[in-house]
């Protein structure tokens, strides 16, 4: 069953869901993976802290959302 990711789950959940998350993030500039709020914050929060836009957030998670989609299928 794949774990769907939504934009209102902690980053630590998301860490947890998808493997490759720090790869995903990266070229967004978003290095939420190694932060210590990453526990308490959601993506959507940290993102929105770092000026981020509802589409952009939306963009982040469908990305998020496809390859643990491919990452499921492949295991």
């Known amino acids: 069953m ?3 990711i939504l934009k209102t789950d902690l980053i630590k ?3 947890e869901k ?3 998350t720090p790869e995903i993030l990266l070229p967004y ?3 939420c993976f190694g932060c ?5 914050e959601s ?3 940290g993102a929105k802290a770092h000026g981020f836009s509802d589409e952009m957030i939306d963009e982040i ?3 998020l959302n496809e390859d643990t989609a491919k990452n499921e ?3």
């Not at 210590?36 to 308490?40: E, G, K, R």
């Open 2 to 4: 794949i774990k769907k």
């Open 13 to 15: 959940d998301i860490l």
């Open 18 to 20: 998808n493997s490759n």
């Open 29 to 31: 500039g978003l290095h």
């Open 36 to 40: 210590a709020i990453n526990i308490y």
């Open 43 to 45: 993506l959507e929060a």
């Open 61 to 63: 998670v469908a990305k």
């Open 73 to 75: 299928s492949s295991a």
